[in-house]
């Protein structure tokens, strides 16, 4: 007989896990509540929409840039002292654009916090791998995604909502202390792995496939944060708010099915409910379809993201969180160009099709991947 949540959680879930947590939580949430502040900022300092555009451009091109670098940090100065260094980077900088409305500050402002958060982002799921036990490293990075996914849907809104109210130097200051605040408890974290094959997750297929498959459905993800505001109208908050909770939640369920039947049998389900709900946009109400979306997106994370820790040693932690991140973030930014490009020739309806139709394209590398994982077991005499 099962035994209750609580008591579940409770024999996951131990102080240095709970501070894990913290300091992942407070890096995010500094992250999102600049988000979408800093571009409304440099439309008040003259920068225009083309000022807006840069600043999130800058900030995720450092980040994608940073998290191919973070194996190679966690290398040279351990878990601890990277997650610092990332912290610092993250909410330090903030401090500037209370003191300062120039271009050029708030451009390397965002640089300098696309790195931060790119090894946060990277060594949180990395270390909460560490300190879960292997046959619940679902779960547990499943509830990690819930504890990061809560600042995408509140802090985010949240962040506009105060600038308007309190002005840009109380969120700015808030970011920073949101960041710095979890310094305290990283000495809780842990140093560092075995040496081992850091870095070379680029050149590992194992890794790659899965990474592309997560790719695939993160390019939906792009799409409809960028456009569904501007296709569906008064419907768009709802149809957000569906995905956002949806998804988030389906991180912690997927990743506690994952436990129990194995990561890698998720990954097509999740392939083809999130193509549902991308196809879905052609025939039903917005937020219908986005609760479909997010069911399968949310699977997707945590199916591939168990499933590429479940192939590398420890010391491969940082490596596998680093490609998963790099898929996310990389897939977003090329669903959001592309689908603009797609979208001026076709129309909304036929460019959400389309999308849908490059989800199920997923299903490829992830039949490729089974059967060559089933290959391997095989030969190792290792029973599926």
Known sequence: ????????LCTMVNRRLLLAFACSFGGTA??????????????TVGAGDVGAGLTTAVLMLATVAAELATPWLIAVLGYRTAFALGLILLGGPALA?????????????CFIRGIGFAIVAVLGSAIVALLVPPERRGEGLGLFGLVVGIPSVIVLPLGVWLATHTGFGAVFVAGMVLAVAGLPAVHSLPGRTPAGDEGFGLRNPALIRPAAVFAATTTATGVVVTFLPVATGAMAPLALLAQ??????MRWWGGRLSDRHGPARLVVPAILVSAAGMIGLLFLPSPVAMLV???????????T???MFSRVPESGYGT????????YDTGVGLGAAGFGLVAAQTGYPTAFGLTGVLVLAALLP???DARVSKTALRSQGVSE
Do not use: C, D, H, K
């Open 320 to 327: 596998a969180s680093a490609l998963w991140n790099l898929a």
């Open 305 to 307: 993201l168990n499933l």
């Open 1 to 8: 007989m099962p035994s209750p949540e609580p008591l579940r």
């Open 366 to 368: 992830a039949l490729l």
């Open 293 to 303: 979306f997010g069911l399968g997106f949310g699977t997707a994370q945590s199916a």
């Open 97 to 109: 654009l209370v003191w300062s409305s120039s271009m050029a500050v708030i451009l390397l402002v």
């Open 244 to 249: 956002a909770a949806t998804g988030t939640l």
């Open 30 to 43: 500094s992250f999102y509540l600049l988000l979408s502040v800093v571009p409304l900022y440099a439309t």
